[in-house]
Structure formats: structure tokens, C-alpha cells
């Protein structure tokens, strides 16, 4: 009597190793002589245990006390750099421009926050520090710094959802030190601000997929009320709600009535004060919708036009901000992101990356075109996460070509580390000694700073 073997489980295709699936007719052969009960229990262990190495060798490792260690120490590792990228001198580099003096004002007292509301929690840090003593500028930059940090971490939780734990480390290096990112870290804007809205609402779609309750879901819905303070959030939040409306529902109809009571009065409670200035101010409410005052089709069609040189050739062409003919994305970076945007569409397990990629991209570049290069901070995560995947298929490439081989295996990864490593430090370098250093940034700062003394002279 022959004894089939048990079922496989749906997520574990261990029959296509050739290796495992010759164990299994070995498996079948011998039950074949041996009687019933003896049969079905050799098969039953044997084929279990070949299950059970199988799943060891895909998930096991992540387990190992001693990998965890290693791990927790080199993720250690990357944000201690990380940290030291961001506030590093920040009180003395960069200098504040006037333009920025603007800026500082907005956040003097609270009186100057309620006449524009628009970035409001921000601002709110900002007072808070000035009032424990601090400068303007100084506390400015500290909570753009803290912003960009937590914008890294995200970022290291959101892509290790979809990637291993060594590219999660690496895509988060080129992330964090992409020069973009430092710069809005330790600047006195609101450029880290925006950083954080893209990742909050894959963050949320993560966390509904998962159904996902308690604490995190709490820190989230207050998170993604506060970034309504962010002018034309209100339409990725919109199309978040009706791409993943089905999702919602379904997330809602699990949680307990409690865990509804608090999520909705955290979601509601900041949107008051918002709610009532802007019904006060149709000029604030244009800004908050994401449409600036002044803008033509003429101008529309000029960032139509700069967006990809910007991105991937020329850069920035205003020297208070950025090493001009640099690009925002150097091409390696650019290379990465094409590879992944083409990868993740034949996987399913990036499924989330792919609706958001549909979703939101569109909004956001309909935001660059209305209002100009800032919004490129909403974007940028995106697109390193695109990155991230590219990473992923070159790895998983090199390992298909190399499965047995330790020696070749290593030599690809060690490959990948120091591209890696070379892109970060590349960018590091353009934003702490070439940009400084350019004629034409130290004449810009010291025209601003001109400026800004005769403005205090007449004053």
C-alpha cells in the first residue's frame, strides 16, 4: 500500500530543489516496502524534518541569538552615523540665509504660528526650544535634524517589510546620505517635514494590511493628523482612502470599539485648530491645498522642464541650496531605481509599493509641477525604495548565478557594500566640503548675509 507523503505548506516551494524533491521519492520508495503504520510514520518524520531545514534555511537565520546581536549592533552602527550626518556642528554649518530669516520669524511666539498655520507642529517644536533658551536658528535646524533622523528610521522600517535585513541596512545608508536628505536635516525649513509624509502613509498602509493595533496604531493616527499641517497632504491622504478603502473597512471592522474611540478622537483632535484658521484665511487655505499664489501655466511648464534635469542632471540651479550641475539622484542611485521599479511589478510581495507607486507619484509630481522643486522631499522616499528592490534583484541575480559557492557569494556582496559605501560617501563629500566651497555658494551667502544686515540697519 503506498503512503503519500503530507501536504507541503502554500508558502514553501521545496519541491522545486531538485536536492529536496529526490529526497521525497527516496521517501516514497522506501515506505512502498516497509508495512503501513511503519511507512506513514517514517515518511512523516523524514519529510517533515526535510520541511523543517528547508524553512530554517529561509527564516531560521533571522532567529540565531548571535545574528540578532550582530544585527542590532550594526543597525546601531548606521544610525550613530546617521545621527552624527544631521547634528554633527549644526549650530555653525550651514549658515542661515536672510531668506530663512522668514522662516525664524514664523515661529517667535505663538500669535506669528496662528497667522500661518501651515506646519504647524513644527513650528510648535521650534517655540518650545527658543523658550528653553536657545537661538532661533539653532533650535530650527535641532528639530529639522530630529525630523530627517526619524525619517531615516522609518524608512529602515518600511523597506525591511519587503527586503533582507543586509539591504535594508544598505538602501537606508543611500537614503540618509543622499545629499538632499542632509541638507533639509540641517536646514531651518520645512524640508524634513515633507520627508516624513510619504513614509507615515505607507507606514499606515503596512500597519492596515497587518491589522495592526495597540500603541503603534495610536503614535500613527496621530502622526498622519499632524502631517494635515503639510500643504497638499490632504490629497495623498484622499487618494490613500479610496485605494485602500477596502482595507480600511476590513481593518476597522477588527479592532475593538475602544481601539476606534481613541484612534478617532487622536485623528480629530489635531484637525480642530487646522479646521478653524483656515476657514478664517482663504489665503492660508489655497497654500494648504497645495496651490501657491501667482502661478501660471508658464511656470507650471518651467518645472515640467527642470523636474528631470533636477533630478538627474543639473540640479538645483540656486547655490543657497545646492552644489549646482550636480544632480539630486547620482546615476548609480538612478540605475538601482529603474531596476527596481521594473522588478516590482513582477512580484506580488511588493504589492503595496506597487499601489503607491499608481497612487501617489502622480500627486506628487503634480505638486512639484504647481510649486517647484521643495516637493521633491515627498518623492525622494519613494524612489530609494525603488532603489532598495534594485539592490535586491542584483543580489538575488548574483546568488542564482552563485547558489553553493561561499567564496563567489562573498565576493558579490562585498561588491555591493562598497558601491554602496562609494555612493554615500560621494554624497556626504558633495554636501560637507564641494558645496562650501564653490565660488558661487560663498557669493550667494555673502550677498544674503549683506542683505540681511542692511534689512536689520533700516529696521
Known sequence: MDIKPPKRPKNIDFVKNPRIASDIR???????????????????????????????????????????KLGIFIAALLFIFIGSLYFANI??????????????????????????????????????????????A?????????LAFLAACLFFVLIRQWVSFRITVLSTLIFS?????????????????????????????????????????????????????????????????????????????????????????????????LAYFLSKDTVTLKAWLGLPEGITSRNVLNNLIDLPSQLVFKGVDNPLVWLYYS????????????????????????????KSAFMFTAIILALILLNGYEYISVLLPLLYMFAAVGLTFLVEQWFHIFPRNPLA???????????????????????????????????AYSTSQSVTINMENKE
Open 138 to 146: 539653532l533650535s530650527a535646524k535641532l528639530v529639522s535634524a530630529a
Open 91 to 136: 549650530q555653525n554649518f550651514p549658515k542661515v540665509p536672510s531668506f530663512d530669516q522668514a522662516v525664524l520669524d514664523q515661529t517667535r511666539n505663538l500669535d506669528s504660528i496662528k497667522e500661518n498655520i501651515l506646519f504647524a507642529p513644527k513650528k510648535i517644536l521650534d517655540l518650545v526650544l527658543i523658550k528653553a533658551g536657545l537661538s532661533s
Open 177 to 273: 546620505s543622499s545629499t538632499w536628505v542632509i541638507f533639509h536635516a540641517r536646514d531651518t525649513g520645512f524640508g524634513s517635514s515633507l520627508l516624513l509624509v510619504l513614509l507615515f502613509l505607507l507606514l499606515a498602509a503596512v500597519v492596515i494590511n497587518k491589522k495592526t493595533t495597540g500603541v503603534l496604531a495610536y503614535l500613527l493616527t496621530l502622526m498622519l493628523s499632524l502631517c494635515f499641517y503639510v500643504p497638499g497632504f490632504i490629497w495623498l491622504i484622499l487618494a490613500g482612502i479610496i485605494f485602500y478603502f477596502k482595507n480600511i473597512k476590513k481593518y476597522l471592522g477588527s479592532i475593538t470599539k475602544t481601539d476606534k474611540f481613541v484612534i478617532s478622537g487622536l485623528f480629530i483632535a489635531p484637525l480642530v485648530p
Open 26 to 68: 527516496r521517501v516514497k520508495q522506501v515506505s512502498s516496502t516497509l508495512k503501513p503504520k511503519t511507512a506513514e510514520i517514517l515518511a512523516n518524520s523524514q519529510l517533515n524534518q526535510k520541511i523543517k531545514e528547508k524553512v530554517v534555511s529561509q527564516v531560521g537565520e533571522q532567529k540565531s541569538p548571535k545574528r540578532l
Open 409 to 443: 557569494r562573498s565576493i558579490g556582496l562585498s561588491l555591493v557594500v562598497f558601491v554602496v559605501v562609494l555612493v554615500s560617501s560621494y554624497h556626504v563629500v558633495r554636501y560637507f566640503i564641494a558645496w562650501p566651497r564653490m565660488d558661487a555658494t560663498k557669493e
Open 327 to 354: 544632480p539630486v539622484i547620482d546615476w548609480v542611485t538612478l540605475v538601482l531605481i529603474i531596476t527596481g521599479s521594473i522588478y516590482i511589478f513582477n512580484r506580488e510581495r511588493y504589492a503595496i509599493l506597487k
